[in-house]
Nanobody, 116 residues
Framework: QVQLVESGGGLVQPGGSLRLSCAVS????????MAWYRQAPGKQRDLVASITPGGSPNYPSSVKDRFTVSRDNSLNMVYLQMNSLKAEDTAVYYC??????????WGQGTQVTVSS
């Protein structure tokens, strides 16, 4: 069974940076479209960034130019570099794998808090 484990969350001041990591088990990582989502208290879970198996990224306008998603297929890792963080970026961040068959697999999430 494929497992995803996020790390790298924490408390950061406004304007600061964090790098989230997601480790994916199994031997089919290179076939998965990977994505990061976030969910703030009382809100829906929203897409933050996605990256295709070939490495093409996509971002919503809310984080474009501040967040960068990347992947290392040799390490089964996906990353989210977050810069110029704002209070409204505070949320639990989740890593998600999407198999070629369309099945989503989620990690347990990591908390990001942006506060002075």
């Amino acid at each position: 069974q494929v497992q995803l484990v996020e790390s790298g969350g924490g408390l950061v001041q406004p304007g600061g940076s964090l790098r989230l990591s997601c480790a994916v088990s199994g031997n089919r990582f290179r076939d998965y479209t990977m994505a990061w989502y976030r969910q703030a208290p009382g809100k829906q879970r929203d897409l933050v960034a996605s990256i295709t198996p070939g490495g093409s990224p996509n971002y919503p306008s809310s984080v474009k130019d501040r967040f960068t998603v990347s992947r290392d297929n040799s390490l089964n890792m996906v990353y989210l570099q977050m810069n110029s963080l704002k209070a409204e970026d505070t949320a639990v961040y989740y890593c998600r794998a999407l198999t070629p068959g369309g099945s989503p697999i989620w990690g347990q999430g990591t908390q990001v808090t942006v506060s002075s």
